[in-house]
Each structure stands twice: as C-alpha cells, then as structure tokens.
C-alpha cells in the first residue's frame, strides 16, 4: 500500500487539495473574463470555481501513471485501491469545505468541493472512453468550455453547465456526484479502445 500511495503521488495530491482550498477563499473576487457566445454580454469565470481543475487533473494523471500492466498482474486489488483513494480526496476537501465556511464563512466552499468531484468524474469517464492521457485535458477545458458556451440570456447558465452553477444548486450537487459515481464505477474496467495487450 505505501508503495502504491508513493507511485500515485498520493501526498502531492493531497497537498494540492489542501492549496486549492487555501487559495479558493482568497480569490473569491477574482474572475477570469471570457466572452460568452449565447448570453450577449461579457461572460467571466470565478477563479475559485475553476481551481478545482488542478488537482483533479493531478489525480487523474497520478491514478494513471502505473502501466496497466503492472496492475493487471498484481495480486493486491489496485483498482480498489484507487477508488478508496478518490473518495478519500473529495471526503478531505469536504471536511475542508466545511472548516471554511464556518470558520471565515466562505459563501464557495461546497462549490468548491463539488466541482472538485464533478472534475474528476468527468476525467474519469473521459479515460474509460478515450484513453488516460485524455482526462486532465478534459478537465482543463470544462471551465472556459462552460464559461464560453454555457451561459444563456442574462448570464445565467444552462442546466448542463453545472461547474457555474451557484453553491446551493441541488441540480449542480447532483450533476457532479452523479458523474462522480459514473467515474468511479467505469474507471476499473477495461476500456473500449484497449482492444488487446496491456498498456
């Protein structure tokens, strides 16, 4: 297991939750403008609900970077192992989340938290389908992709842009669980591009 956790960067991952969660509240005013095709007007992506890309690009790249191969043929259950591992990622930002918002009142924190899950879902799904070396760009072009195209009349943002979504949306929570548990059931089996050998 130790052995697992160092190949994984499970403490880099770690440490990269624990930043994003201290840089979150102090961007909170910040927004990254990006011009919206849909709403008319200029749109702009709050950084605190884009810094979740990174370390669930971190994850996605680390949770992948032992050949397949490798676990193929180990006798201990890697596959179990990682989903542990994610769950323990998202459980570590959600205890975090709830820190801040009772300690500073960060209005952000669950939104945080929920994109970080619905990230790495997604990237998950994108690696099942697509191949590992897809998921952390998925992830990187989700936010400017929502901000670009998922924002409809008055700068509200469609239903399937659920990264833009306030924090209290119950629609966004459950969009990004759902994919989440859609990741994590996907993510041990055998992808559909793997037609053979182990890479």
């Known amino acids: 297991m130790n052995w697992w956790l160092r190949a994984h960067w499970a403490a880099w991952c770690a440490g990269t939750v624990v930043l994003m969660l201290v840089l979150a509240p ?4 910040s927004s990254l403008p990006i011009p919206s095709l849909f709403a008319g ?17 971190m994850a996605l790249y680390a949770a992948q970077r032992v050949p397949h191969g490798y676990e193929l043929t180990s006798v201990r259950p890697q596959s179990r192992y990682r989903t542990v591992w994610i769950v323990g990622i998202c459980f570590l930002a959600a205890a975090a989340a709830v820190l801040e918002m009772v300690v500073i009142d960060f209005p ?9 899950a619905g990230y790495i879902g997604t990237g998950m799904i994108v690696q099942y ?7 952390p760009i998925a992830v ?12 409809g009349s008055g700068g509200r943002p469609f239903s399937w842009t ?38």
């Open 26 to 29: 102090l961007l909170v005013g």
């Open 41 to 57: 007007m200029a749109g702009a992506l709050p950084v605190p609900l884009m810094l979740p890309a990174i370390p669930a690009a």
């Open 108 to 116: 952000l924190a669950l939104a945080v938290v929920r994109n970080l």
């Open 129 to 135: 389908l697509a191949g590992r070396q897809y998921g």
């Open 140 to 151: 990187a072009v989700l936010p400017p992709t929502c901000a670009l195209i998922g924002l």
């Open 162 to 199: 659920w990264p833009l979504h306030p924090t209290d949306s119950p629609w966004a929570a459950a969009a990004a669980l759902g994919l989440l548990a859609l990741g994590l059931t996907v993510g041990p089996r055998r992808p559909p591009w793997r037609s053979g050998g182990h890479t």
